[in-house]
């Protein structure tokens, strides 16, 4: 079985007072609350290996949300279903702007980007 190496992102502490180390899955998973509050929004999707994964182990908030960090910080892309009748660009660029938003105010960090990838329409609604 492949070992899923975790990331972190790591916060230097004020005057040297340690720092704070942030799991790439709690960036996930605010990300992934942040975008089910879009209005449009039907669902996360996540990629087949995500699909699997989920299926096999305890299922995850974060299904559809992948976290990337780099030199330049950090990168969240998400993966959704928008509902029929909504504009799509317009519900992506909400999605970008309410994941930005709620990681600075949890974290006190801006993601660099955040790449809105719409897997699909929803048409039961």
Do not use: C, W
């Not at 975790?6 to 502490?13: F, R």
């Amino acid at each position: 079985m492949e070992e899923v190496k975790k990331e972190t992102l790591t916060i230097q502490g004020e005057g040297g007072n340690g720092f704070i180390r942030i799991s790439d899955d709690v960036v996930a998973d605010i990300a992934a609350l942040a975008v089910t509050e879009v209005d449009g929004v039907a669902h996360l999707t996540g990629g087949v290996s995500d699909e699997v994964v989920s299926k096999i182990s305890r299922k995850k908030l974060s299904k559809g949300i992948r976290v990337i960090f780099d030199e330049e910080g950090f990168r969240v892309d998400v993966s959704a279903v928008v509902k029929f009748g909504y504009n799509i660009v317009e519900v992506s660029t909400a999605i970008q702007e309410k994941v930005k938003q709620t990681l600075q105010t949890m974290t006190g960090l801006m993601p660099a980007v955040v790449n809105v990838r719409v897997s699909g329409v929803d048409f039961s609604s």
